[in-house]
């Protein structure tokens, strides 16, 4: 066996190690303890794209949404055609929805929509977008993602309950 191919070995089992375990871990609700083990399979092999899926989601829900933001634009120019790197991405660029800034907001947006271009039934993703247009002030544009989020999945009672309180008091504000 060549010199290379024994180096590979070990560092292919380390990345399988790390991938498979982070993965097990996000998919239990850990995301904390993911993204570290998800860092050291993507720092091993940065092309592999369910890594760096997994590695921005283990981002985005431990809020270290600027983290994610380069994976996954650098994953939209080599699968364009991702739905998830898409959504992923509008989630990592809008951050903390209070916090979001016009632009952050405008770029989730596109993102978002971008998702939504590729897969129309995509989970989610019409209702996050309303989200967005409910917190910028925005009611009609709200209302229709809403709606669309409801032709999507018509048991969504979150987006029942928003469309309801958008079109019965006119008031767009957030409520708890």
Do not use: C
Request: glycine share 4%; proline share 7%.
């Amino acid at each position: 066996m060549s010199e290379t191919k024994k180096k590979h070995k070990p560092a292919q089992s380390q990345f399988e190690a790390y991938f498979r375990r982070g993965t097990e871990l996000l998919h239990e609700g850990k995301a904390a303890q993911a993204a570290p083990l998800l860092q050291k399979a993507y720092d091993l092999q940065p092309d592999h794209v369910d890594t760096a899926v997994n590695l921005s989601g283990a981002y985005i829900l431990t809020n270290k949404f600027r983290q994610a933001v380069p994976i996954l634009e650098a994953l939209t120019t080599r699968y364009p055609d991702n739905p998830a790197i898409w959504t992923n991405l509008g989630a990592a660029y809008l951050g903390n929805p209070i916090l979001a800034e016009d632009a952050d907001q405008r770029k989730a947006i596109a993102a978002f929509e971008q998702a939504l271009a590729l897969d129309p039934i995509a989970p989610n993703v019409a209702y996050n977008i309303g989200l967005v247009y409910r917190d910028r002030r925005e009611q009609e544009q709200a209302i229709v993602w809403f709606q669309r989020a409801l032709q999507v999945n018509p048991d969504d009672r979150h987006a029942q309950r928003l469309l309801s309180q958008l079109s019965q008091s006119g008031d767009p504000t957030p409520s708890q």
